[in-house]
């Protein structure tokens, strides 16, 4: 079972040390550069430690943009050691099920943006009920969930 725990001072070694496979540093920033921004948006925003029996097995970040308002999920990733095992989508079931507390903010969108190259991560999203918005950032399609 996969759970999400904040990073703090007694973890956040734990998230650098977190490896992204061969090529996927394309597709995901690493958590280092994550926890930088996680300190400049602190009032909007919270990282997570994506654990399973007690190990830290991934990273991701969620953000409350004010201006739009929505969730934004940022940076998901697992260590290139442990993929393929659903770390991920349980990973994303409980990030969707923090957002629908609305800890920072009244928003029934959730948004993220997905390399379009990254398919796994593209079916994963899709499975889960996010919808491109035809929106593209460079490299990357936005998608989103409303939450109902």
Known sequence: ??????????????????????????FVSHPIRSLAQA??????????????????????????????PEYDIWHMMIDESLQGR???????????DYIRTKPFG???RVALTCNKDNAAALRLYERKGFVPTGAVYDDEIELVLMLG
Do not use: H, W
């Open 39 to 68: 300190y400049v948006y602190r009032d909007q925003c919270q990282p997570f430690g994506i654990y399973a029996d007690g190990t830290m097995v991934g990273y991701v970040m969620v953000i409350y943009d004010y201006d739009i």
């Open 1 to 26: 079972m996969v759970e999400l725990k904040p990073i703090t001072e007694d973890n956040f070694i734990d998230a650098f040390n977190l490896k992204l496979a061969p090529g996927q540093d394309e």
């Open 106 to 108: 009244d928003s029934d």
């Open 86 to 96: 659903g770390y991920g989508s349980e990973a994303l079931d409980k990030v969707i």
